[in-house]
Each structure stands twice: as structure tokens, then as C-alpha cells.
């Protein structure tokens, strides 16, 4: 053992976790090494900080912190439980995630005993004191011994996390459970032996539990189960409860179904209920498959999540640099999937990866809140190989989402929208340095022809994507899929269930076909014949869905029919049967070419309203386009939907056809002069009051009624889903009037926009420049206001560009997957 006296010049720094201080004591904070990792971990008495081996040496030289606490875990392959008797082996009980009965996340894995060891060591030349160690001066035993009992930050975050997290089965006690009547016609049920009493059916049986009459359940869409002579006896009698024969155990608990509430139900008088009939529950033992079991057997055996997890391939496990995977925090897809191909990125690459020396070479004092580091941080893990069996971006997930309420949770997100979380944290911690995401962005050029004039007028704005719809007429399997769709409309209506996978997997298929740009879009007067063109710049294109392309539109029918059938016979719909719409890729283009009209447009040049039309174009083509499918409609019930459909992406596209060109031979621009004063506009209250109870912001609401005339239900909700994905959707709503009043803005910067930052306390010059710095975008705007604001009342020493094209890349058409 190394002298103690080594520790003496530094006993004054050493002290104990400060309350609610967090002790980092199960990973590096600059690299994803850990106690299991083969030179463990090494944890700060004076910071609480971890450091793996490649760090503490120069954390030591920077700050003259030179005592820490060295964490070791050895683990073992632990012995296989022993298995007493024939019992089968233990059950998914219950439609959970990660509790008692519920699916295990571990299930599969080997399991090990762990052991941690501990010592105390004194940079530099790592002298080692072992640990426990009575001749450690006090302070020092009280801060390692404080250190051993902190909690994890890990499992501190993840109990904060866990709230609002799903559990499948909740079962409601019914409300015929407790004063259920029970006829006292001398029926003694035996304790095995059953078969249906209307036929020779002896599974899938169910007693009533009113008169003890035993049946067999509900018919599947294929000819299986049973013969629905149970729920024909309900309609008969009106007897409420039923328990599903096989599935009681003896503890009292079985699968009850109530008819009237037409759901699983808890009966917590079961027992009771039982023993009228004779039936002794300690006696009983489980021989069926609960109704869980069931819906999870076919969730674990369907084949789209086979089909997810890649069953039946040979698949040959990967490591090396840039092949590390990411570990599945909990509902954490959504950033593994971006985060995946912002390393792939050759700027993210350099400024992340190459620049990390230069990141951790500051040693901030709050290394784990710094993004910088922490981005870093996962970058090398994923780039360097050394973490073969992949890496757990806890510090990653905790400090992007803290500002954040949906991604701070462990429920299901949308990639997307962390992609545009994550550029805005990446463009906010790049001051004086080269911003990433700029191979991102892209300008947008709106074209507007007038209705009565003819004339047009083109705007632009900067943007991060493209939205493409999705035209389900387009499927190429239409036919099937109607078929399908039919099908389960049927196995609903019979009060059948869809297996859990259906409605989860269509998490999994987003498709990003690259990665910022130029749009132009182009509005032309319907009057006159005019036009305007704008840009913006995005870093997505967003493209719409036309379902009526698809290109198995027959089997989609097929399959809708067959759907339907089966839910209006109250049979059980296979999800394996659904056929989901094809459609081709060229068709979302095709769609997002289309002009659009635009009602109500105040055209400077008619003076008066008139229906323009609108295109729009990308003015510049970034190093990698990421494009956004728009898969969000309306049901007949006027709730946004998820469309379910399967978009086939080519491996390489000539987007040439996207390309704008700003004003062309011949077009007349309409004219920026200020129009006379309009009155405010009016909206209808009851149908404002209908658009928000569905969710949709106020500003977008006004909106959906300004351009369709107060319309109705219908005509403002079709307008909110098609323009769901605009970029200025919840912007505050100005009348295109008052908006085309003010020509003292930029072309690439509208009023509303101006009008949003000063609703932040900005005078208009400082929104302005904002503005011009950050082409046009309200929330990159706000940002540079706070990182800029010794330059916000700076002279400026040229004017801004008007165009936003000018700060963005601009490359070949051609995109590849």
C-alpha cells in the first residue's frame, strides 16, 4: 500500500456529495467506459465526476484533482435456476413492458452475478490504498462511503422518467361485480370434465356466472373458437358476467368478461361467486390460455414483428468503428434512428468526432449538462469501435430532453420531430463554430399566382426537410387493402380485438431518404395571373401520401373487404391479413408537385380577394435532403389518424423536377404596394370551439376557418391536415392583407414572423436582423437573439441578404437512400 501521506496535500478538497449533488458513478462523462469496463471507473472526491482511464489523467492535469474512487465490477455467469419438477416454464401474464407477468426486456439474455470492488487511488502514478481501509484519514472514508451508498443518476433519471410509461393491462372492476344476482337453480359445475351445452366444443369455454350455464365463446374470422353460443345466451338473458373456464387460478383470479361494458373486467368477488356453483378455486388449477396470453402469442408469432426483428435470417453480428449499435433506453428508437445517421454525416463526423480532443480538452466544470461534450461524447462511442456490444446514451437522452416536456419521458416519440429538436440544440451550441446542420438546410421558394390577374409572386424561406404527401389513391394494392380493411371493420364490429403489434408498428417504418436547402414557393393570382415567389430554407422536404397511387390498390380493397366482413360477423381479425397500400415513392412527389389553391388571397394587384395558386419548389439541394412523408389524416369520426401505408423508396431518385427558378419569362409580379385597410377577419365560435377540442392550436384553428370561409366542420379540418406540416402552422395568424401591407421586411421574412418575436418583448429591428440571420425561421431566430445579444443593437456593417439561398449549399439533384 502506497504512504499515506501521499493524501495529505489533499485532505482540504476532499468532502461528501452535497445534498441533491449527483454522484456520476456509472460511466464516464467523456467516454461510455464503466466499472465493467476492463480498467473501470474513476470517480472524483472532490467533483463526483467519473472518468475512465483515457480521461482521469488529464481531468487531473487541468483542475489538480488528484484523489478519486476506483469502481471495478467483475461479473460471472451465474448458474442456471434449477428447475424443480415439470412445470412449465414461467408465463407472459400480463400485456406489460418490464413488470411482474409482463413481457421481460432481459428475457434470453445471460444472466451474471456481479461483483464491485473499490480502492482509493492518488493521481499521478495511480498509487492504490485498498478499500475498506481503517488508517484512511476520516474524511476520506466518509466521502468514499458516501459515494458507495449515492444513488445511481441513471436510476434516478429513469424512476423520473417512468411516468406516464405504458402498461397494457388495466382492468376496470365492473359495476355488475359487486350486486351481481345469482340464480339459485341447484347448478354444481365439476371441477373438470366441461363441454360446451349447446355443442361438443370442450375449449374456450366460459360460465356464467348468474345461472352457471357453460358455453363456448366467440368465433374467429378463419372458422376458429368457438360457436358464440355464450355471447347468444347474453343477448338472450341479459346475465352480465362470464369467467372463462381453465384460466382460473387459485389464488381467485381468472379471465372475467362483462357483456354490458364489453371488456375484460375484474371481479374481485370472484370467489365467492364460484363457490355458488360449487366451485372451490384451491382446487383449480390453469389448463387455457388467459385472453393476454392469447393477444400476446399472436403479437410474438405475427409475422410484421417477426419481420421487425429480422426472423429466420442469418444474421451475422457486426463491430467495429462507425458499426456500434445503440442500446434501447426504453422507448428510445427515435433517437437511436436519427442520431444513427447524424454520424454518418461527414460534418457531424468533423465537428463532433475529429473535434472531440478540442471539446474535452476544456474540461467544463459541468461536463455532463454541456451538449457539446455530451454530443461528442456519443459520436466517438458510435465512431470508434470500441464498444462492441453497443452504447447506452443515458447522459445523451437526459440532457437533449430536458428542455423538452415529450422527450424528458419514456413514452414513444416521433424521430422527426427529435430530428428538429436536435439541429436547433446543434445550431444554438455552435456559436463561433462551423454549425453541422447547415448540410441540412435547404431554401424553399413559394410560387403564388393571383386568380384575377394573373400575376404572381415568389417567396423563400429556409427549411430542414421536405414533406411529401402520401396519395393512398395511388397504392398500387388498393384492392387488397380495401379487402383488408373490410375484414377487420367486420372482426371490430363482432367486438373482436386487434393484436398490440398492429397499432405499434407503424412506429418503426419512417423512412428518411438523406439529409440544408432552398425551397421557392409560387403564388399566382387568380384574378390577374400574377405571381410572387418566396423562399425559405428548410432541412426536410415534407411529402404527401396519395393513397389513390398505390400499387396494389385491388389487394388493399380485397383486404378492407374482408376486414369488414369479419367485424360485422364479431369475428377476430388476424392482423397478418391487413394489406397495407403501396405506394410509390414518385407518386409523394407527383403529389407535392400539384398547384394548390389558396382561398381568400388578398392580391395587391385586383386589390380584392381572389383564389391563388400556389406551387412549391427547392430552390437549393443540400449535401443530404432528409424528406418527411406526411401520414397524418382525418377519420370519419374528425380525429387525426395515422395513415398505414408502406411508401417504396428507391435507392437513388432524380429530384431534378423539385428544382425552382424563381420568376420565368413572360410572369408578371404582383405589387408589394400596401393595400387598403381590410376589417379584422371574423371566425365562427362553435366551430373554432369543435377545432381545438381536437388538439389543434388556436392560431392554426383561426386559420383553417379564415381559408375556408367558416365553411364548416369538414372544410376546416381538411384544410388543418394538409397543412399540418407548414412551417408556420402554429404561428400567430395575420390575414394575408395585413401581411402583404408591410414591405419593410426582407422578401424571405413575413410580418408574422416579425410580429411573433416582438410579442417577446423585441423592438422590430432586432427582429429583423434575427430574422435575416437565421433566413426567416422564428424558433433559429430566438435562439440567435439569446446567443447574440452584444450584437443586437450593433450597426450592422452590410445589409443582410435578402435571398436565404445565399447561406445555404447548393448541389446536384441526384439524392441516394
Known amino acids: 500500500m502506497a504512504s499515506l501521506e501521499l493524501l495529505t496535500p489533499h485532505l482540504s478538497k476532499i468532502n461528501n456529495p452535497r445534498p441533491q449533488q449527483l454522484?456520476?458513478?456509472?460511466?464516464?462523462?467523456?467516454?461510455?467506459?464503466?466499472?465493467?469496463?476492463?480498467?473501470?471507473?474513476?470517480?472524483?472526491?472532490?467533483?463526483?465526476?467519473?472518468?475512465?482511464?483515457?480521461?482521469?489523467?488529464?481531468?487531473?492535469?487541468?483542475?489538480?484533482?488528484?484523489?478519486?474512487?476506483?469502481?471495478?465490477?467483475?461479473k460471472e455467469l451465474a448458474p442456471e435456476p434449477e428447475q424443480t419438477g415439470d412445470g412449465p416454464e414461467k408465463k407472459i401474464t400480463r400485456l406489460a413492458i418490464g413488470v411482474e407477468g409482463g413481457f421481460d426486456p432481459d428475457a434470453g439474455r445471460n444472466k451474471y452475478i456481479y461483483t464491485e470492488h473499490h480502492s482509493v487511488v492518488v493521481l499521478p502514478g495511480f498509487h492504490t490504498y485498498a478499500w475498506p481501509n481503517d488508517a484512511l484519514p476520516d474524511v476520506v472514508k466518509k466521502s468514499v462511503q458516501a459515494v458507495i451508498e449515492a444513488e445511481s443518476p441513471f436510476k434516478l433519471a429513469e424512476m423520473a422518467a417512468l411516468a406516464g410509461t405504458w402498461d397494457g393491462e388495466q382492468r376496470e372492476v365492473s359495476a355488475h361485480a359487486l350486486d351481481l344476482k345469482q340464480l339459485d337453480n341447484g347448478v354444481k359445475v365439476p371441477p373438470s370434465g366441461w363441454q360446451c351445452a349447446k355443442c361438443e366444443l370442450t375449449t374456450n369455454l366460459w360460465l356464467n356466472l348468474t345461472d352457471g350455464s357453460i358455453l363456448c365463446g366467440r368465433k374467429f374470422f378463419d372458422g376458429s373458437g368457438g360457436n358464440d353460443h355464450a355471447v347468444e345466451h347474453y343477448k338472450q338473458t341479459g346475465y352480465p358476467l362470464a369467467v372463462k373456464l381453465g384460466t382460473i387460478t387459485a389464488d381467485g383470479s381468472g379471465d372475467v368478461f362483462s357483456y354490458p361494458e364489453d371488456d375484460m373486467v375484474q371481479d374481485p368477488l370472484l370467489r365467492a361467486h364460484?363457490?355458488?356453483?360449487?366451485?372451490?378455486?384451491?382446487?383449480?388449477?390453469?389448463?387455457?390460455?388467459?385472453?393476454?396470453?392469447?393477444?400476446?402469442?399472436?403479437?410474438?408469432?405475427?409475422?410484421?414483428?417477426?419481420?421487425?426483428?429480422?426472423?429466420?435470417?442469418?444474421?451475422?453480428?457486426?463491430?467495429g468503428?462507425?458499426?456500434?449499435?445503440?442500446?434501447?433506453?426504453?422507448?428510445?428508437?427515435?433517437?437511436?434512428?436519427?442520431?444513427?445517421?447524424?454520424?454518418?454525416?461527414?460534418?457531424?463526423?468533423?465537428?463532433?468526432?475529429?473535434?472531440?480532443?478540442?471539446?474535452f480538452g476544456t474540461f467544463p466544470d459541468d461536463p455532463v449538462n454541456d451538449f457539446n461534450v455530451q454530443t461528442a461524447k456519443l459520436g466517438v462511442g458510435l465512431a470508434s469501435g470500441r464498444?462492441?456490444?453497443?452504447?447506452?446514451?443515458?447522459?445523451?437522452?437526459?440532457?437533449?430532453?430536458?428542455?423538452?416536456?415529450?422527450?424528458?419521458?419514456?413514452?414513444?416519440?416521433?424521430?422527426?420531430?427529435?430530428?428538429?429538436?436536435?439541429?436547433?440544440?446543434?445550431?444554438?451550441?455552435?456559436?463561433?463554430?462551423?454549425n453541422p446542420g447547415e448540410c441540412l438546410r435547404l431554401v424553399v421558394e413559394d410560387r403564388v399566382r393571383c386568380g384575377a390577374t394573373g400575376r404572381v409572386r415568389y417567396t423563400r424561406r429556409t427549411e430542414q426537410h421536405v414533406p411529401l404527401p402520401v396519395p393512398l389513391a395511388e397504392a398500387t394494392n388498393l384492392d387488397a387493402v380495401r379487402a383488408s380493411e373490410q375484414k377487420r371493420s367486420e372482426a371490430e364490429a363482432k367486438g373482436q380485438h386487434l393484436a398490440l403489434i398492429d397499432h405499434c408498428a407503424d412506429f418503426f417504418r419512417k423512412a428518411i431518404v438523406g439529409l440544408s436547402n432552398s425551397m421557392i414557393d409560387r403564388v399566382r393570382c387568380g384574378a390577374t395571373g400574377r405571381v410572387r415567389y418566396t423562399?425559405?430554407?428548410?432541412?426536410?422536404?415534407?411529402?404527401?401520401?396519395?393513397?389513390?397511387?398505390?400499387?396494389?390498390?385491388?389487394?388493399?380493397?380485397?383486404?378492407?373487404?374482408?376486414?369488414?366482413?369479419?367485424?360485422a360477423k364479431g369475428q377476430?381479425?388476424?392482423?397478418?391479413?391487413?394489406?397495407?397500400?403501396?405506394?410509390?415513392?414518385?407518386?409523394?412527389?407527383?403529389?407535392?408537385?400539384?398547384?394548390?389553391?389558396?382561398?381568400?388571397?388578398?392580391?395587391?394587384?385586383?386589390?380584392?380577394?381572389?383564389?391563388?395558386?400556389?406551387?412549391?419548389?427547392?430552390?437549393?439541394?443540400?449535401?443530404?435532403?432528409?424528406?418527411?412523408?406526411?401520414?397524418?389524416?382525418?377519420?370519419?369520426?374528425?380525429?387525426?389518424?395515422?395513415?398505414?401505408?408502406?411508401?417504396?423508396?428507391?435507392?437513388?431518385?432524380?429530384?431534378?423536377c423539385l428544382r425552382g427558378h424563381g420568376q420565368q419569362p413572360g410572369e408578371e409580379l404582383l405589387p408589394e404596394s400596401a393595400p387598403a385597410e381590410q376589417p379584422p377577419p371574423t371566425f365562427d365560435e362553435a366551430l373554432l370551439a369543435e377545432l381545438l377540442d381536437m388538439g389543434f392550436p388556436l392560431e392554426a384553428c383561426k386559420k383553417a376557418l379564415y381559408f375556408s370561409n367558416n365553411?364548416?366542420?369538414?372544410?376546416?379540418?381538411?384544410?388543418?391536415?394538409?397543412?399540418?406540416?407548414?412551417?408556420?402552422?402554429?404561428?400567430?395568424?395575420?390575414?394575408?392583407?395585413?401581411?402583404?401591407?408591410?414591405?419593410?421586411?426582407?422578401?424571405?421574412?413575413?410580418?408574422?414572423?416579425?410580429?411573433?418575436?416582438?410579442?417577446?418583448?423585441?423592438?422590430r429591428p432586432q427582429a429583423l436582423k434575427a430574422l435575416s440571420a437565421t433566413g426567416g425561421a422564428v424558433d433559429r431566430a430566438v435562439d440567435?437573439?439569446?446567443?447574440?445579444?452584444?450584437?443586437?443593437?450593433?450597426?450592422?456593417?452590410?445589409?443582410?441578404?435578402?435571398?436565404?439561398?445565399?447561406?445555404?449549399?447548393?448541389?446536384?439533384?441526384?439524392?441516394?437512400?
Open 23 to 74: 454522484v456520476y458513478k456509472d460511466e464516464c462523462v467523456y467516454s461510455f467506459d464503466n466499472p465493467e469496463s476492463e480498467t473501470g471507473l474513476y470517480v472524483s472526491l472532490v467533483s463526483f465526476l467519473g472518468f475512465g482511464r483515457n480521461y482521469v489523467e488529464q481531468y487531473f492535469q487541468k483542475t489538480g484533482n488528484a484523489v478519486f474512487l476506483h469502481i471495478k465490477t467483475d
Open 387 to 434: 464498444y462492441a456490444e453497443g452504447v447506452a446514451p443515458h447522459m445523451f437522452r437526459q440532457l437533449v430532453g430536458r428542455a423538452h416536456p415529450e422527450f424528458v419521458s419514456k413514452r414513444q416519440q416521433d424521430a422527426h420531430e427529435f430530428y428538429a429538436h436536435f439541429l436547433t440544440l446543434t445550431e444554438r451550441n455552435s456559436r463561433n463554430k462551423p
Open 321 to 359: 468503428p462507425r458499426l456500434t449499435g445503440m442500446r434501447n433506453l426504453g422507448n428510445s428508437c427515435y433517437i437511436n434512428s436519427v442520431m444513427q445517421v447524424m454520424f454518418r454525416i461527414p460534418d457531424f463526423i468533423r465537428r463532433y468526432v475529429d473535434g472531440a480532443p478540442d471539446i
Open 711 to 763: 365553411g364548416g366542420l369538414e372544410a376546416a379540418s381538411h384544410w388543418l391536415m394538409e397543412h399540418m406540416t407548414d412551417w408556420d402552422f402554429g404561428h400567430p395568424f395575420q390575414p394575408p392583407a395585413a401581411a402583404a401591407g408591410a414591405a419593410a421586411a426582407p422578401a424571405n421574412i413575413d410580418e408574422t414572423s416579425i410580429a411573433q418575436i416582438m410579442g417577446m418583448g423585441f423592438t
Open 784 to 817: 440567435w437573439i439569446f446567443s447574440h445579444a452584444d450584437e443586437l443593437d450593433a450597426p450592422d456593417a452590410a445589409p443582410p441578404a435578402a435571398d436565404p439561398a445565399l447561406g445555404c449549399r447548393d448541389g446536384p439533384e441526384s439524392e441516394y437512400l
Open 535 to 567: 423562399r425559405r430554407t428548410e432541412q426536410h422536404v415534407p411529402l404527401p401520401v396519395p393513397l389513390a397511387e398505390a400499387t396494389n390498390l385491388d389487394a388493399v380493397r380485397a383486404s378492407e373487404q374482408k376486414r369488414s366482413e369479419a367485424e
Open 274 to 319: 364460484l363457490l355458488h356453483f360449487g366451485i372451490r378455486v384451491q382446487q383449480l388449477e390453469k389448463t387455457e390460455k388467459s385472453m393476454v396470453e392469447l393477444e400476446l402469442e399472436l403479437n410474438q408469432r405475427n409475422l410484421e414483428w417477426s419481420a421487425l426483428q429480422e426472423s429466420g435470417s442469418a444474421l451475422v453480428p457486426l463491430s
Open 572 to 656: 377476430h381479425f388476424d392482423p397478418s391479413q391487413i394489406v397495407r397500400p403501396h405506394i410509390p415513392f414518385q407518386a409523394c412527389l407527383a403529389s407535392f408537385l400539384r398547384e394548390e389553391a389558396v382561398e381568400q388571397f388578398y392580391s395587391t394587384a385586383a386589390d380584392d380577394k381572389v383564389t391563388a395558386h400556389k406551387i412549391t419548389r427547392l430552390a437549393t439541394f443540400p449535401d443530404y435532403l432528409l424528406v418527411q412523408l406526411k401520414k397524418f389524416t382525418i377519420k370519419e369520426d374528425w380525429t387525426p389518424a395515422k395513415l398505414d401505408v408502406s411508401v417504396d423508396m428507391p435507392w437513388e431518385v432524380d429530384l431534378s
